[in-house]
């Protein structure tokens, strides 16, 4: 079986349509086809290309050493560097060809650091030669604004996604972590991706909500405030949609 095959037989059985496992992924639908059929040809070199087959392992929940190793054999991939690696692992971006500093550029440069350097030089002789002490409240007020200003606090992880507040549905990971797709009914799509263990994501529309999950067993459902019964065991691939009047 080529890594291609294998691809495409995991995907199907985890219940991924090419455009859904493109929006989990972020990698190209034409692209993922290609790739199912063994073409790496418009991945942008094997670096990618293995970066690639890396995130679908894991968007299909799927054995990466197995997936990458099949692909290091059939590509005939040679040892790789230490900055390759760090490409394929979204470190760093792959390096550019070296560009050349203009002339003209390094003139502007110099230009704007003498200019700035005479406006700090004229700052300071100003305030040397003014003798009237209130630039000294003017020093320590700014220091004061920065001592009494606290740090934003970085946001957490986003839980709640809405398109309106017709039908409510609330997904808790209680016993394992699981896939979703979660769309309303005019098709928008309001979360794609995995759910950790434990998390828990609220989901609104106005009208009707579509859910398929990649992991029925590991999570309990709430609809529009009430308890539903398991909708499918582990490993299963479940779709249900509920609408206001769930």
């Known amino acids: 079986m080529t890594l291609g095959s294998m691809i495409q037989k995991a995907r199907k059985a985890a219940g991924f349509s090419l455009a859904e496992l493109a929006s989990a992924t972020n990698i190209r639908a034409t692209v993922l ?4 059929k063994d073409d790496f040809s418009n991945c942008g070199g094997q670096t990618y290309a293995r970066g690639h087959v890396r ?3 894991v968007a ?3 054995d990466q050493a197995e997936f990458l190793r099949v692909f290091d054999e059939e590509q005939g991939v040679e040892a ?3 900055s390759d690696l760090l490409v394929e692992n979204s470190v760093m971006r792959k390096p550019n060809s070296k560009q050349n500093v203009s002339l003209k550029m390094l003139l502007v440069i110099s230009v704007a650091c003498l200019g700035i350097a005479g406006v700090v030089q004229i ?3 100003n305030i040397s030669m003014d003798q009237n002490p209130t630039p000294k409240v003017e020093v320590s007020a700014p220091s004061t604004l920065l001592a009494t200003q606290s740090p934003a606090t970085s946001s957490s992880e986003q839980s709640t996604f809405s398109t309106g507040m017709g ?3 609330i997904i808790n990971a209680v016993r394992d972590k699981s896939w979703l797709f979660v769309s309303d009914a005019s098709g928008r799509t309001l979360f794609s991706g995995q759910i950790p263990q434990g998390a828990i994501r609220t989901f609104t ?4 909500l579509d859910i398929k999950v990649g ?3 590991g999570v309990d459902l709430e609809v529009n405030g009430k308890s539903i019964d398991p909708i499918g065991v582990n490993a299963e691939v479940v779709s249900v949609s509920y609408g206001a009047d769930s």
């Open 33 to 36: 086809n290609q790739i199912e």
């Open 55 to 57: 995130n679908i392992a």
């Open 60 to 62: 299909l929940n799927a």
């Open 80 to 82: 790789r560097t230490m």
């Open 123 to 125: 700052v300071l002789t």
């Open 167 to 169: 039908v409510t549905v």
């Open 205 to 208: 529309s106005d009208q009707r």
């Open 215 to 217: 992991n029925a067993g």
